[in-house]
C-alpha cells in the first residue's frame, strides 16, 4: 500500500507557564505554578554521595536538582535527539516539540552515535545550525580540513559539533543526557590510512558500522582479559571523554543500557551478572580515574524484565558505581487496545524502581519509553505512533499521571527520526497564518499534555539550569 498522509488543524494554544526556582543558599527549589507554588527541600551535602567525589560543584547542584524534581508533584519531559531529527518540517524549526508548543523537552538525550559520525557530522552542523531560524540563535561554524582526509580532521570535527549542540540544549534549559550504543568491539575496524603515532589516536577504529547488537564474539570477556577489541574499547572511551570535557557542564551518562535483555552484546546471555558488574566498574574508573572527568552522573538503565527489587539488583554495578536507577520500557500494544496492560506493568517498574532507590539512596527516572507499533504503517519502514487510527491519543498525558505520582524526575521518549519513519511525539507539517498547526491527529493531545502544571519543560526550567550549569 502506498503511503497516505492524514492531517487535520489544531485547536488546543500552548499555555504553561511553570517556573522554576533553583536556591542552594535557602536549600529549596520553588515550582511556581499559575495559581499555586510548590517548595521542595533540597538534599543537604552529607545526605547523598556521589559517584565521582572529584566531580565539579555543578554535578552536586544537578543531583540535587533532579532529586527535588523527582520529590515533587511534577515531571520533566524528556526526548532522545529532540534538536537533531525531525518528523515535520525543519524550516518551521529544528524541534517538533518546538513546533507544537514553542519550548524545548526538559531533558535533552543524545547517542555517542551522534559523534562517530552515525547520527550527526560536522556537515550537518554547519549545514543546519549556523543560521537562525525561529526558536534558534545560529552556533558558530567550525572549520575543518576536509581536503585531506589522512588528517582525520573530521573525527575532532564531529565531536566539536556534537559538544556544540550538547551545549546549545543546556543553555535553553535542557538537563542533559548521554547513552551509547557501542559498537561490537571485536568486530571494529581500523580506519584506511591511519598512522600510529601521525594520526589522532581517537581517530584509529571506524564506529559508524551499527553493530551493538552484533551478540557473537564473547566480546564482555574478551574486553575484561583485555583481548580482542580491547584498544577498540578504550579508543571509543577516550572519544566520550573528548566530548565530556569540551561539553564542560554536568551530564548523565547512561551506558549499558537494556543489559537484562540479550539484544546487546553487553545483555544478560552474553555475560554473567559478576562480568557485567566488572565491565560497568572499569568504564567509570576508565573515565572518572584515567581520564579526569568530573562532570558525570552515572546512570543505570536495565529492561523492565525484573520482577521485584531483588531481581532489579541481581545486575546492578553497586552504590558507589551509579548515581541514577532508571528503566526502558515501551507500549506495543497499540493494536489490541488502549495500553492497559502497559500502564498496569508501568506501575509495577515504577514501584520497583522506588523501593529500590530509596534503599540505595539514588535518583530515579523512566529512562526510555514510548508508543512503539509492531504494524508499520502503508508506506514506512517501520512505526511507533500511527499516522492515524491511534487508539490512545492522550497517551503521554496518562504517562505524566503515572510518572509525576512517583519519585521519577523524567521520562525519555526516543527520536523522531522521519515522517515516513518512527516518531514518538507528533509533529506539525506546517503553521498555519493564525499560528495554528496543521499536523498528527495526537497535536491536541500533545499540547493539552504540555499545558498540564505538572508537566515541565525547558523553559519552565531554563533559569534554574542555567544557575548552576
Not at 96 to 120: I, K, R, S
Not at 335 to 348: N, Q, T
Request: net charge negative.
Amino acid at each position: 500500500m502506498e503511503y497516505t498522509e492524514h492531517f487535520i488543524n489544531s485547536t488546543v494554544r500552548p499555555s504553561n507557564n511553570n517556573k522554576m526556582k533553583f536556591d542552594e543558599n535557602k536549600g529549596i527549589l520553588s515550582i511556581i505554578h499559575e495559581k499555586a507554588e510548590e517548595n521542595i527541600p533540597l538534599l543537604k551535602d552529607d545526605e547523598f554521595r556521589l559517584v565521582d567525589r572529584a566531580a565539579v560543584p555543578a554535578v552536586r547542584s544537578l543531583y540535587k536538582y533532579m532529586d527535588a524534581m523527582g520529590r515533587s508533584g511534577c515531571c520533566m519531559f524528556g526526548q532522545e535527539n529532540n534538536l537533531q531529527c525531525k518528523a515535520g518540517d525543519r524550516a518551521n524549526s529544528h524541534s517538533d516539540t518546538f513546533d507544537l508548543t514553542g519550548d524545548y523537552p526538559a531533558l535533552q538525550a543524545f547517542d555517542v552515535l551522534a559523534f562517530t559520525g552515525v547520527e550527526f557530522n560536522i556537515k550537518r552542523h554547519n549545514e543546519l545550525y549556523t543560521t537562525d531560524i525561529p526558536g534558534w540563535k545560529a552556533l558558530n561554524s567550525i572549520a575543518y580540513n576536509e581536503a585531506s582526509a589522512s588528517s582525520f580532521d573530521f573525527v575532532t570535527a564531529d565531536i566539536d559539533a556534537a559538544a556544540s549542540l550538547a551545549r546549545r540544549a543546556i543553555e535553553l534549559g535542557g538537563v542533559f543526557s548521554l547513552s551509547a550504543h557501542m559498537p561490537n568491539f571485536v568486530f571494529s575496524s581500523v580506519r584506511e590510512g591511519y598512522a600510529e603515532g601521525i594520526s589522532p589516536a581517537i581517530a584509529k577504529y571506524n564506529y559508524k558500522e551499527y553493530t551493538p547488537n552484533r551478540i557473537e564474539g564473547n566480546t564482555v570477556q574478551e574486553l575484561l582479559a583485555k583481548g580482542k577489541g580491547y584498544d577498540a574499547f578504550v579508543r571509543y572511551l577516550d572519544i566520550v571523554a573528548e566530548f565530556a570535557k569540551k561539553v564542560e557542564k554536568p551530564f548523565f551518562f547512561r551506558p549499558l543500557h537494556e543489559n537484562t535483555g540479550s539484544w546487546f552484546w553487553w545483555g544478560k546471555d552474553h555475560c554473567t551478572p559478576g562480568e557485567f558488574k566488572e565491565l560497568w566498574h572499569f568504564i567509570v574508573k576508565y573515565l572518572r580515574d584515567e581520564k579526569g572527568i568530573h562532570n558525570l552522573l552515572y546512570a543505570y538503565s536495565p529492561g523492565s524484565e525484573n520482577k521485584n527489587a531483588e531481581e532489579y539488583g541481581e545486575r546492578y554495578p553497586g552504590d558507589d558505581y551509579v548515581d541514577l536507577v532508571g528503566v526502558d520500557m515501551y507500549d506495543p500494544d497499540t493494536e489490541e487496545g488502549k495500553g492497559e496492560e502497559f500502564f498496569d506493568r508501568l506501575r509495577e517498574q515504577l514501584g520497583i524502581l522506588e523501593a529500590f532507590s530509596k534503599a540505595h539512596g539514588k535518583l530515579m527516572a523512566i529512562t526510555e519509553t514510548g508508543l512503539a507499533s509492531k504494524r508499520p504503517d502503508p508506506g514506512c519502514h517501520a512505526t511507533s505512533i500511527h499516522m492515524t487510527g491511534n487508539l490512545n491519543n492522550h497517551w503521554h498525558a496518562d504517562v505524566l499521571e503515572e510518572v509525576s505520582k512517583s519519585h521519577a524526575s523524567y521520562f525519555l521518549l526516543w527520536a523522531n527520526f522521519s515522517k515516513r519513519g518512527t516518531y514518538y511525539t507528533p509533529f506539525a507539517e506546517r503553521i498555519n497564518p493564525d499560528g495554528t498547526l496543521y499536523g498528527h491527529e495526537m497535536c491536541d493531545d500533545f499540547i493539552r499534555y504540555y499545558n498540564d502544571t505538572r508537566s515541565v519543560f525547558a523553559s519552565h526550567q531554563k533559569d534554574a539550569v542555567n544557575s548552576f550549569s
